[in-house]
């Protein structure tokens, strides 16, 4: 999308920066199809035994915003549920999507880049790909293989060393995995992926909206959506979180476009009185 104005690492769906003349799209395995709670339940002769139990609570029954058509649905439902929104749909040019080719690998980068500038963030993530081999070698087990000294000579604080091993050793050990992340709804994703240390809550949102391209995300915490609904709006203060989902709640279920534009509108706002001072 493009890319948040307010954290060092923000994302394209392309990620909050500047907005992208053309939408590329990939098709995702995260659309599933939910079921209500049951036991399945197997007959024998001798006995019977309970098989699973299925539930909605991990599977999530939206299309992602990369699915064919998605964004066009996202535009034409935001154009009709929000007059306010509307022009400023018109205005620019729709979310680009950036294909993800693997959860792992974006939860890595996410990490390295967090609380640095671009240009140094993108500097080590460089020499860390070097270190892995490439990004098709950036994997739990050649992660868990760079020590926290090895790390730091490529400019990997001790502290970020950890939070990369953390996240290796939950998908080694199972807890988390590329296919589960796909398959969880966004809530179950939010619970699972904060439990991973030096994940936070605004950088699993990212992760959603950037990586997975998860159509109902709105990420209150952002100070550049938050700064977007203030404007749009008109209100005096910026809005808390529980205001921001009364607000958009006229958005769901595709307050990831809504926010986009969110980014879009304070980015055009910052140009605009960039170019007032110059006059």
């Known amino acids: 999308m493009g ?44 006995k019977t035994t309970s098989i699973a139990t299925l539930t909605s609570d991990s599977i999530s029954p939206i299309k992602p915003l990369s699915h064919k058509g998605e964004i066009e649905l996202a535009l034409d439902h935001l154009t009709k549920s929000d007059p306010l929104l509307a022009p400023l749909l018109n205005s620019h040019e729709p979310p680009a999507l950036n294909p993800c080719t693997s959860p792992f690998l974006s939860l890595t980068k996410s990490i390295l880049f967090q609380q640095l500038a671009t240009n140094a963030a993108k500097s080590i993530y460089t020499r860390f790909l070097t270190l892995c081999g490439g990004e098709s070698q950036v994997n739990p087990d050649n992660v868990l293989s760079l020590t926290a000294p090895k790390l730091r000579e490529i400019g990997v604080s001790g502290r970020k060393a950890s939070y990369l091993h953390d996240l290796a050793e939950k998908y080694r050990n199972g807890s988390l995995s590329d296919t589960s992340i796909l398959e969880m709804n966004d809530d179950m994703l939010l619970n699972r992926l904060t439990e991973v240390k030096g994940i936070g809550v605004w950088s699993v949102h990212m992760f959603m909206l950037f990586s997975l391209h998860r159509p109902d995300i709105l990420p209150v915490g952002d100070l550049g959506v938050r700064k977007g609904v203030q404007n749009l709006y008109g209100l005096k203060d910026l809005p808390q979180a529980l205001e921001m989902e009364q607000i958009c709640e006229k958005w769901k279920p595709y307050r990831s476009v809504g926010s986009w534009y969110m980014w879009r509108l304070m980015e055009a706002k910052a140009l605009a009185n960039k170019a007032a001072k110059k006059a």
């Open 3 to 46: 890319k948040p104005i307010t954290r060092s690492h923000s994302l394209p769906l392309h990620k909050p920066s500047s907005p992208s003349p053309s939408i590329t799209t990939t098709t995702s395995s995260s659309s599933k199809i939910s079921f209500q709670s049951r036991k399945i339940r197997k007959l024998s002769t001798n």
